[in-house]
């Protein structure tokens, strides 16, 4: 569909596949027994292309929707599949991430009070670099109770390294050694270990540490750390995501010429995209959001200094120093800012302008993105990552998809991804209350999960193909009269307010 263009989606089939095969989640907000969200193929021979190509026997998903009632859970299997990400990447202790509101530890309250202390369970099966894997860990507030990490085919496992604080030597990594039999090695491996305190997941430790200088193998670990780091992409409904690309609008036409393609392909009325420098006499930098990133922005100019200082005078004219820039992307309150500082610590910002012609005029009108509709700023807001969908094997994970979304755009948009997914082997997951995706004309059965609550009030999930349904049944029709076990429960009676 972008075939003439620089950011093209026929970029070619990649052989390399990053897939969330199953994840699976225990006490965690809504989710109070272990559930499975399965995203492994099942039977179905409708839409083949809608799955991988085998892996150790293991086909994944391209792609998933979640349906269910509200308050049922499907932002908390978003959140869930986050935090266990955060943890990883940055630890237990990390601060509370505001945009998402999670906490490190935040097990289900509406059951017994036991349930409040007892453990969380997070655990991946993925594909990674061909190969599959299945990672997890078991923690509370005050440490990691479990850890482990298996190599896996269909049918059998293979222990990497396991950990049990319950044990009076927790950790096994027999399965490191025998990828690494040298004394040195198996002695950098035992530093690690006895290295990582209760509260820190070893594969963080193996994060911090330079393991592919110092291990002779070590690839299975660095699989599992791509994924997470490199491959996993958990989005929210009011994150401005893909600011990399955003600010190469600017200075590259092609790109914003593809934007412009892309949103009338949406239907959507825009003749062009800019970015406009403000005049900083008129413009407070007391704003937080400005405050802050100039705050940075100044941090990183005194590294360069320091950097340029050690150069000779010979390398020094290499760099190009009167046009060195460093700068970021802010979005607040819908509006786009590119904000930068030279070397002499001017800073310069840029908004960004959705441009529109005026009819039987030559004349254009400038407007900001909060002069849009909420519809057009959230396909705006999808462009990055539909581009980055089709260029990168990844896996990204959506929550409230179709938000203002026209029926038909929504439509398209998933028809998009799965275009997208299919030509670089990516992967979506969303969640969404646009019923007219519930289609058997336009995914597989084992593409569409239910997200319900038990009568213990606890989230659970479900997969039409957990159901009997012909191909050709009206699966819309059949969720609306609650074959599914997934509607609201709303009450009959009429509302009366005294």
Excluded at 383 to 398: A, N, R, S, W, Y
């Amino acid at each position: 569909m972008y075939d003439s263009e620089k950011i093209s989606l026929s970029l070619h089939k990649q052989k390399l596949r990053n897939m969330l095969i199953n994840f699976k989640v225990k006490n965690y907000r809504s989710f109070k027994n272990t559930v499975v969200f399965n995203m492994q193929s099942g039977k179905s021979s409708r839409f083949s292309s809608h799955r991988s190509d085998p892996v150790g026997g293991i086909s994944a998903l391209r792609g998933a929707l979640v349906f269910g009632p509200n308050a049922a859970g499907k932002t908390n299997l978003c959140n869930a599949i986050k935090l266990g990400q955060m943890i990883l990447l940055r630890g237990m202790n990390h601060r509370n991430d505001r945009a998402l509101s999670l906490r490190t530890y935040d097990p289900f309250r509406l059951g017994s009070k036991e349930l409040l202390s007892q453990p969380t369970l997070f655990e991946y099966s993925i594909q990674v670099n061909n190969s599959n894997y299945r990672y997890g860990f078991i923690y509370d507030s005050v440490k990691i109770h479990e850890e482990w990490l298996y190599s896996t085919s269909k049918r059998t496992e293979k222990l990497i390294f396991s950990r049990n604080s319950k044990q009076d030597s927790p950790f096994d990594i027999s399965g490191l050694f025998k990828l690494n039999k040298s004394e040195k090695n198996r002695n950098f491996l035992d530093f690690t270990v006895r290295s990582c305190p209760d509260d820190r997941l070893l594969m963080r430790e193996f994060l911090n540490r330079p393991m592919k200088r110092e291990l002779e193998n070590i690839e299975p670990v660095i699989d599992v750390l791509d994924w997470f780091t490199k491959y996993l992409r958990v989005i929210s409904l009011d994150e401005h995501y893909g600011a990399h690309i955003i600010s190469n609008i600017a200075n590259d036409d092609e790109l914003r010429s593809a934007y412009c393609k892309i949103l009338k392909r949406y239907d959507v009325d825009i003749d062009g995209i800019e970015f406009e420098q403000i005049d900083l006499t008129n413009f407070s930098l007391t704003h937080s959001f400005i405050t802050d990133i100039v705050n940075d922005l100044s941090k990183d100019i005194a590294k360069k200094k320091e950097d340029l200082a050690s150069l000779t005078e010979e390398e020094l004219k290499s760099q190009d120093v009167d046009e060195f820039r460093i700068g970021g992307i802010l979005n607040f309150n819908r509006d786009i800012y590119k904000v930068a500082m030279n070397l002499d610590g001017e800073v310069t910002i840029n908004k960004l302008k959705i441009v529109h012609k005026v009819d039987h005029d030559s004349r254009v009108e400038h407007f900001d993105p909060n002069d849009e509709s909420d519809g057009t700023n959230y396909i705006f807001d999808f462009l990055p990552l539909m581009i980055e969908m089709g260029t990168k094997e990844k896996t990204f994970v959506i929550n409230e998809f179709g938000h203002s979304l026209h029926t038909l755009a929504a439509q398209r948009m998933i028809n998009d991804f799965y275009d997208a997914a299919l030509r670089c082997n990516s992967q979506f997951i969303a969640n969404t209350h646009e019923l007219y995706l519930m289609n058997q004309k336009i995914v597989r059965k084992d593409e569409i999960f239910f997200m319900s609550k038990t009568k213990e009030k606890s989230s659970n999930i479900t997969r039409l193909d957990d159901f009997t349904v012909r191909f050709d049944k009206r699966v819309r029709d059949s969720y609306l009269n609650g074959d599914f076990d997934a509607l609201p429960d709303l009450l009959e009676e009429s509302l009366v307010l005294d």
